[in-house]
């Protein structure tokens, strides 16, 4: 078979709304299962990190208490942390907001097929389709 029969032969069993529907429910656990992965090591490496900064803070604390001069690896070691820990929760917005995106395409083309799935032969719901 050609591959633009398969696509074709793909397309039309997609259109199926069983089918569809089979389709999104696997991608919503496809996208559940990959959140839950990566919120997972996301707040491994954020519980590292903040222990990162408060074990630094302490140091930092101690030598000014004791009036020693505070270790560059102190200084370094937190700003290295927070910068990371600034960026991971930058990931983990653009991530959600990445999420919202997906929900709202897939919400937008449920309500194209439900305006498509009723049988009305007015032009003016068609241009709604068409417009959304």
Do not use: H
């Not at 032969?9 to 656990?29: E, G, L, M, P």
């Amino acid at each position: 078979m050609k591959d633009s029969t398969v696509w074709r032969n793909a397309f039309n069993v997609a259109q199926n709304n069983k089918v569809s529907t089979r389709i999104d429910y696997w991608k919503s656990v496809r996208i559940t299962e990959s959140k839950r992965q990566l919120s997972w090591t996301l707040s491994r490496a954020e519980e590292t990190l903040l222990r990162i900064i408060d074990k630094n803070t302490k140091d930092l604390l101690r030598c000014e208490e004791n009036n020693e001069p505070v270790p560059p690896t102190v200084n370094n070691g937190l700003i290295s942390a927070t910068k990371a820990l600034n960026e991971m929760l930058e990931k983990r917005e653009q991530d959600d907001l990445e999420q919202r995106k997906k929900i709202a395409e897939v919400e937008n083309i449920e309500k194209k097929n439900k305006l498509m799935d009723n049988d009305t032969k007015d032009g003016e719901q068609l241009n709604i389709i068409l417009n959304l």
